[in-house]
């Protein structure tokens, strides 16, 4: 049976105007002194006719500039004489100097997910409001998930929302709170199991905060004359590290969700947050909660690790650990299976493997699920976002690559019950780059991080050679009886 795939407007194309304000770092603490020395030497009318043209040129492109200059200033301040005075105006001009503007998407806008928006208001019947993640990417190939909200209409027509301005990354929740028990199995899993480990854990209460388990540490750390053992530093240091890689951010209730920018935040997302894998995930009883699956990089490592949140104002950003928790593409079902969570990965880099576990933090065991087959997908396999539950399965929307590294969109079913089973798989590609697609970051892609079902079509959003972002439908009933 034919398959009739129709690309379909818009076309979301990176813009080099969407700026983010971000810290400046220029050098080390002598260099950042000298600077600010510099600042200081300047007459205070000067000064403020310097504040004066900053902001007149900036305030157009970023809310509340001057709260960011002085929020700037107090992180460096410390660089500062004891005593100094220094006026409002000077302290807002140095904060000025160590903030620019990042171009998130000047390279790219690209792998989207797309699922259902919280909000189904006001709608006509038949439409769907929906959440697009997508991956930006700027200067030195950093990426970043950003957002944009649409509606698909009666008439399978895909609209967009414009993209607000004033773009802003989250505050930091100050003093989170983690499950000691958790939390001390994740300690397991890095191997910090030493005595000096269990004396931290041991002051701690079944729920502590991270400014309790700073306290734990600096009480460890001085309970000896002679302070701590090269061993017990290297496990005090792992411990901190994995409190402040498990963190949560908050966004502002105004700020629209084009606006909302999560920026890698932590040491394993230096270099990038990577494809995330946006589910929305319906508990036992019947509650939802957005999961997404992504890949942290720091620029030669790359895990994946999971971020959850309600109503895409809280977002809590979790480690995925055990021995199955390692390299990229992991892609969680949007419900339970016989009691378990169950997760789609690629540890190999070639195949497609099936997951279960009890806790979607931890994932141990895994089992081969499907290997490359077909001349388009040789090199490799994975999946294409979390699959979608029909009546007939499973969908599962996968990529492969195959000669000249060219990335081609297919698709098999699985068993609702036993999602070890495949019971169907395409045998051609569903979607592959066409003569205008590929061109672009990286020739000859076409990708997705997740697609959804309406009016019984398959929407897909689509990344087109690593650069922009496309979208396709298609029958639903045609692809499944398409498959062999």
Known sequence: MPIHLIRTPPLLKPDQSRVLLRPFNPGDSQRVGGIIARIMSLPEDQVGALLDGICAEFSGRHREIRKIFLERFEQVRELLADGQEISEQRRLLIGSYFLAEYSLESAALFNPSIVPHLDQTGLPAGS?????????????????ITFRTGI???DDRIEVQKPAGYLTEPRQTPNPQYEKGLFARKLSELGLVRDFTRRVMNRLKSSFALEELRASLQAEQFRLPDGMAAEDQGEAQGIWMLARSNHEVQFQPEQELSQRILFPATPSQRNGIEDARFV??????GTHIYYATFTAFDGKVVVPELVETSDFLHFRFITLNGEAAENKGMAIFPRKIGGLYAMLSRQDNENIYLMFSDNVHFWNERRLLLK??????????????????????????????GAMRKYCIGAFLL??????????????????????????????????CGALVHNKRLIIPYGLGDHATGFATVPLAEVLAAME
């Open 128 to 144: 769907l409001r929906f959440i697009l993640s997508l991956r930006a990417t700027g200067e030195g190939h950093i990426s970043s």
């Open 152 to 154: 698909i209409r009666p």
């Open 280 to 285: 929305w995930f319906r508990n036992e009883d």
């Open 372 to 401: 490359p087959l077909f001349p388009w997908e040789l090199v490799q396999l994975g999946n294409c976002g979390s699959p979608i539950e029909t009546e007939a399965g499973w969908l599962v929307l996968s990529h492969g690559v």
């Open 415 to 448: 068993d609702r019950e036993d999602p070890a089973k495949v019971i169907g798989r395409l045998r051609e590609p569903l979607l592959k780059p066409e003569h205008n697609e590929r061109e672009g970051y990286v020739p000859n892609v076409v990708y997705s």
